[in-house]
T-cell receptor, first 117, second 109 residues
């Protein structure tokens, strides 16, 4: 089945640093990838939709200058948390949808736990 | 805006019991509904996908139903096992995914 790989799975860093998270579709091409954030004991909230070759679409309340998204190829999207602070600590999950399968299921990565000290 | 609610928030049952998890949503204009399992600190595992035109889907001990008109879905787990312990999320897909807050299930050996 379709596999989405997310890296790293866990990162701890100091406040003020920038952290990059990668999301790769391993055996399919994805024109669209999605980034979610999940705070403890809360559900997943969509942060942004990443479109290959164009700018990402951010949900209301998500700072695009803080959460930089790049979708440079059909198999890779990256999320960079710039100048991270403790309140950015969360579980970040990406998902990808196969090309030309508009309403078909998205495939999810295993998530990245980000802890900012 | 779509709102997805899951009841109960937590459930503890003895091994072997059958159980039902509930999911309700406010906007019936959806393409599909999906049930996921999430283990602590892990990503999502898709369990069942129900298209908007379908009423139910089955996989092994799992059965999910969908009543789009009333905005409800249920996930039925038969003969529960300790390995079923996890958080179960339902999500509806319209123009994007909207997730419920989940039901944390503990199956006691």
């Amino acid at each position: 089945g379709a596999v989405v790989s997310q890296h790293p799975s866990w990162v701890i860093c100091k406040s003020g640093t920038s952290v990059k998270i990668e999301c790769r579709s391993l055996d399919f091409q994805a024109t669209t990838m999605f980034w979610y954030r999940q705070f403890p004991k809360q559900s997943l909230m969509l942060m942004a939709t990443s479109n290959e070759g164009s700018k990402a679409t951010y949900e209301q309340g998500v700072e695009k200058d803080k959460f930089l998204i790049n979708h440079a190829s059909l198999t890779l999207s990256t999320l960079t948390v710039t100048s991270a602070h403790p309140e950015d600590s969360s579980f970040y999950i990406c998902s990808a949808r196969e090309m030309d399968r508009g309403n078909q299921p998205q495939h999810f990565g295993d998530g990245t736990r980000l802890s900012i000290l | 805006k779509q709102e997805v609610t899951q009841i109960p928030a937590a459930l503890s049952v003895p091994e072997g019991e059958n159980l039902v998890l509930n999911c309700s949503f406010t906007d019936s204009a959806i393409y599909n509904l999906q049930w996921f399992r999430q283990d602590p600190g892990k990503g999502l595992t898709s369990l069942l996908l129900i298209q908007s035109s379908q009423r139910e889907q089955t996989s092994g001990r799992l059965n999910a139903s969908l009543d789009k008109s009333s905005g409800r879905s249920t996930l039925y787990i038969a003969a529960s096992q300790p390995g079923d312990s996890a958080t179960y999320l339902c999500a509806v897909y319209g123009n994007q995914f909207y997730f419920g807050t989940g039901t944390s299930l503990t199956v006691i050996p």
